[in-house]
């Protein structure tokens, strides 16, 4: 799959590291909605396609890291979030299950823990063929005034 340009972010410093103000990722293939964890033997398991996708998620992310130059947002950073999954069909999923998907792939690549996330804008566009299935991701720095 060819690689996209990357949006330029305005870099922002900090006491212990320069970052961007923000960042931009792109997820190809189709979107897999995070699943209930199955239990057997008294283990937790999740299904291997999910699995798959986490990790194929988590490599694209520290791709775009390194394409963006960037490093990840302090722990103290406040962050928002917009994402819009494109699916290659109709099929129903949750959208609270995708963002799971997403959050989980850029943890230890964008910022230090999910918590971090403060605000967050998502959409589902469905039926968009295989050729276009993806997310898209952008992650931005809050500033005071937006932090309550």
Not at 23 to 28: E, K, Q
Request: hydrophobic letters at 40%; a neutral charge; glycine letters at 4%.
């Amino acid at each position: 799959m060819t690689r996209r340009n990357a949006k330029p972010a305005t870099p922002i410093v900090s006491d212990t590291a320069t970052v961007r103000s923000e960042l931009s990722f792109v997820f190809p293939g189709n979107p897999l909605p995070a699943p209930r964890p199955r239990l057997g033997n008294g283990h937790a398991h999740h299904r291997p396609e999910y699995a798959a996708q986490l990790t194929s998620w988590r490599v694209w992310a520290q791709l775009d890291m390194m394409e963006q130059d960037a490093e990840p947002f302090p722990a103290a950073a406040r962050l928002a979030v917009e994402v819009v999954f494109y699916r290659e069909n109709r099929r129903r999923c949750d959208l609270d299950n995708l963002l799971k998907s997403a959050l989980d792939a850029l943890t230890g690549a964008a910022w230090a823990d999910d918590s971090q996330v403060d605000q967050i804008a998502a959409r589902v566009v469905r039926g968009i063929g295989k050729a276009g299935a993806c997310t898209r991701l952008v992650v931005r720095a809050l500033d005071e005034t937006e932090v309550e």
